[in-house]
């Protein structure tokens, strides 16, 4: 016998072998092709159209003062934009193919990182006089962009694990309060009012959505109300009074703290209806401070209008809506309660930047969402949208 053979088949080892691999390989290759073919379509194009539009109003908000502030660079922002933009978006499509409900598996490692850099870097080298970035050479990394997804990570586990007991304090009040004072603590030492706010309101969500009973918010609230007033008046971060005054009346001090919500108010007062046209914005030449970041939703309105801004913001609101659907038609609790969290923190985000940006709110410098500069913050949230996208998988919702 020239070729020892497999005594139960009666084929060569050799052959047999390439088979199964064959087999395995095209196994695999198969059920990749079905997981894509199950990913929500309406929802991945809402967030391909939400990253190209944010990515072309940054650049429109940004070129201006990237010339006059990065030695005539007038693509500075959106080159970087770009790359992060790239990156973020094949870990999305990576992140995808990943079974949605094994990411309960990292749900330590996640907290637990989140809270070792939110450590970190507070002893670092201050960046704009606080501690929120990490220095790595090429780039800054931002730790508070972890957290938000640690706590709805964290949250999304624990109201799983103990669904019949979070109506209880020790057991759905107790757990989040521990974790969400850590982690406010830490990000009020940096200072990172904004991200406090996020964090807690990410926090209460995935409390409610958990089913934690309703007269423990009433006493949650008060804490939490007690504890900011605390540490307003404890001087921590006094420039939050500063911004209250100013946000009760900026004309009282025009060329100072006021400046930033009163360019803001004349570029969306400015656009009309139909606005000055994409890229005719004046007030980012100079007059709104870092238009690409924060307020990057004024030039929206100066250059798009009332009709494109109302676009835009429907563009959250139909992603708001179609993340929810796909979660909460997800069979797995654990699948339904992370969906819910990652779309509310989209959600919240962005309404708290619009309510900034249009002065109904204190300027607490809340990023808008896929059109704010920040790589940190892109990549994190286009992987955010990966595990969501993992969701939609097993979801039930009727397909459009």
């Given at each position: 016998?020239?070729?020892?053979?497999?005594i139960?088949k009666?084929?060569p080892?050799?052959?047999?072998?390439?088979?199964?691999f064959?087999g395995?390989?095209g196994s695999?290759?198969?059920?990749?092709l079905d997981?894509?073919q199950?990913?929500d379509?309406?929802?991945?194009?809402?967030?391909i159209a939400?990253v190209v539009c944010g990515?072309?109003m940054?650049y429109?908000?940004s070129?201006a003062?990237?010339?006059?502030n990065?030695d005539g660079?007038s693509?500075f922002?959106f080159?970087?934009?770009?790359?992060?933009a790239v990156i973020?978006l094949?870990?999305?499509?990576a992140?995808?193919?990943?079974p949605a409900v094994?990411?309960?598996?990292?749900?330590?490692l996640?907290l637990?990182?989140s809270?070792?850099?939110?450590?970190?870097?507070?002893?670092l080298?201050k960046v704009n006089?606080?501690?929120?970035w990490i220095?790595?050479?090429v780039?800054t990394f931002q730790?508070?962009?972890?957290t938000?997804?640690a706590v709805?990570?964290?949250?999304?586990?624990?109201a799983d694990?103990h669904?019949d007991?979070m109506?209880?304090f020790?057991w759905?009040?107790l757990?989040?309060?521990c974790?969400l004072?850590?982690?406010?603590?830490?990000?009020i030492l940096?200072?990172?009012l904004?991200?406090?706010?996020?964090?807690?309101l990410?926090?209460l969500t995935m409390?409610?959505?958990?089913?934690?009973?309703?007269?423990?918010?009433?006493?949650?609230?008060i804490?939490?109300?007690?504890g900011?007033?605390?540490v307003?008046l404890?001087?921590q971060?006094?420039?939050s009074?500063?911004?209250?005054?100013?946000?009760l009346d900026?004309f009282a001090?025009p060329?100072?703290?006021?400046?930033?919500n009163?360019?803001?108010?004349?570029?969306?007062?400015s656009?009309?209806?139909?606005g000055s046209?994409?890229?005719n914005?004046?007030?980012k030449?100079l007059?709104?401070s870092?238009?690409?970041?924060d307020f990057?939703?004024s030039?929206v309105c100066?250059e798009l209008?009332?009709?494109?801004?109302?676009?835009?913001i429907?563009l959250?609101?139909v992603?708001?809506w179609r993340?929810?659907t796909v979660?909460?038609?997800?069979?797995?609790?654990?699948?339904k309660?992370l969906g819910i969290?990652?779309?509310a923190?989209v959600g919240?985000?962005?309404?708290?930047?619009?309510?900034?940006?249009?002065?109904?709110?204190p300027?607490?410098g809340?990023?808008?969402p896929f059109?704010?500069?920040?790589?940190?913050?892109l990549?994190?949230?286009l992987?955010?949208m990966?595990v969501?996208?993992?969701i939609?998988?097993?979801?039930t919702?009727?397909?459009?």
């Amino acid at each position: 016998m020239t070729k020892e053979t497999n005594i139960r088949k009666g084929k060569p080892i050799e052959e047999e072998n390439r088979s199964w691999f064959s087999g395995v390989w095209g196994s695999a290759k198969n059920t990749l092709l079905d997981r894509k073919q199950n990913v929500d379509m309406v929802l991945l194009w809402l967030i391909i159209a939400l990253v190209v539009c944010g990515i072309i109003m940054m650049y429109s908000a940004s070129f201006a003062y990237a010339y006059y502030n990065r030695d005539g660079d007038s693509n500075f922002f959106f080159r970087n934009q770009l790359i992060f933009a790239v990156i973020g978006l094949v870990g999305m499509f990576a992140v995808s193919l990943f079974p949605a409900v094994r990411f309960k598996n990292f749900n330590l490692l996640v907290l637990t990182i989140s809270t070792v850099l939110l450590i970190v870097v507070l002893f670092l080298p201050k960046v704009n006089g606080v501690h929120r970035w990490i220095n790595l050479g090429v780039t800054t990394f931002q730790p508070s962009e972890i957290t938000k997804f640690a706590v709805i990570l964290f949250g999304a586990t624990w109201a799983d694990s103990h669904a019949d007991k979070m109506h209880t304090f020790k057991w759905g009040v107790l757990p989040f309060m521990c974790v969400l004072g850590a982690s406010a603590f830490l990000l009020i030492l940096e200072p990172h009012l904004s991200c406090t706010v996020i964090v807690m309101l990410l926090g209460l969500t995935m409390m409610w959505v958990g089913g934690t009973r309703l007269v423990w918010f009433a006493g949650l609230g008060i804490v939490i109300a007690t504890g900011i007033v605390a540490v307003i008046l404890s001087g921590q971060i006094g420039y939050s009074s500063a911004r209250i005054e100013v946000w009760l009346d900026p004309f009282a001090d025009p060329l100072g703290d006021g400046w930033q919500n009163i360019q803001a108010l004349y570029a969306i007062s400015s656009g009309g209806l139909f606005g000055s046209g994409l890229g005719n914005s004046r007030q980012k030449y100079l007059y709104i401070s870092e238009p690409q970041n924060d307020f990057v939703f004024s030039v929206v309105c100066e250059e798009l209008g009332f009709i494109g801004a109302a676009l835009v913001i429907a563009l959250f609101v139909v992603f708001v809506w179609r993340g929810f659907t796909v979660s909460v038609n997800n069979p797995n609790r654990f699948c339904k309660l992370l969906g819910i969290g990652i779309t509310a923190q989209v959600g919240w985000q962005a309404l708290l930047n619009m309510a900034v940006v249009t002065k109904m709110v204190p300027n607490t410098g809340i990023s808008l969402p896929f059109f704010s500069y920040g790589g940190t913050s892109l990549v994190m949230l286009l992987l955010e949208m990966g595990v969501l996208l993992a969701i939609s998988r097993g979801s039930t919702a009727k397909r459009i």
